[in-house]
């Protein structure tokens, strides 16, 4: 039987898909509801595979899915988003991956995408691949594309309100770390303050009101 970890800060939702899950004989044996109880937990529970919510409080799903992957390169995750954009996913597979399944996706997806992830095969739902394919074709540019990964992550937590001091703490680094970055990013984002850079978030879908 599949051993699953699943992520996500609402309870609800994890109710949901452990029953979904246990129709299909798939078992969920672990929870957690942030990044950082999945990344302590992870290493007593090794699971065949996480399936992980990249909006969370605290560090948040794709820098969860960094350290996870940093504690053991042959972790297997599933990334699951409500965002529409294509700049997560583009993120979250090149941060290591294995799958990435909009919660917009039919319940019979997500069967299918954790059993992928589990033999170790790639999985991307069939509206997100669309979507990656038609954006590389036309040559879309997000402006998140100029960020390099810490700053991507340092980005996402000022939009969604985070103060430098909090994020220092959520992503184990220094405040003038922290202030670098933020130089750097609102230098390339072309933005003055932080107000602008939650704009340009909410412009692009990178984070949801």
């Avoid at 940093?70 to 409500?82: E, F, G, I, T, Y």
Wanted: hydrophobic letters at 50%; aromatic letters at 4%.
């Amino acid at each position: 039987m599949i051993r699953v970890m699943l992520v996500d800060d609402h309870a609800l939702v994890r109710m949901g898909f452990r029953m979904l899950l246990a129709d299909a004989q798939i078992e969920v044996a672990a929870e957690a509801d942030t990044g950082e109880q999945a990344c302590q937990d992870y290493p007593q529970v090794r699971p065949d595979l996480v399936v992980m919510d990249l909006s969370m409080p605290g560090m948040g799903g794709l820098e969860a899915l960094r350290r996870l992957l940093a504690h053991d390169a042959k972790a297997r995750v599933l990334a699951l988003s409500a965002h529409e954009d294509t700049v997560h996913p583009r993120r979250v597979l090149r941060a290591g991956a294995l799958g990435y399944l909009a919660k917009r996706s039919a319940p019979d997806a997500l069967i299918a995408a954790v059993r992928a992830v589990a033999r170790g095969e790639r999985y991307i739902d069939a509206g997100t691949a669309q979507a990656l394919a038609t954006a590389q074709i036309e040559g879309e540019a997000n402006p998140a594309d100029l960020l390099s990964e810490r700053e991507f992550s340092v980005f996402l937590q000022l939009a969604r309100g985070m103060t430098v001091a909090q994020i220092a703490g959520t992503l184990n680094l220094s405040l003038s770390t922290v202030g670098s970055h933020l130089y750097r990013i609102k230098q390339k984002l072309g933005a003055a303050n932080q107000a602008e850079l939650t704009w340009v978030a909410l412009r692009w879908g990178l984070v949801q009101v």
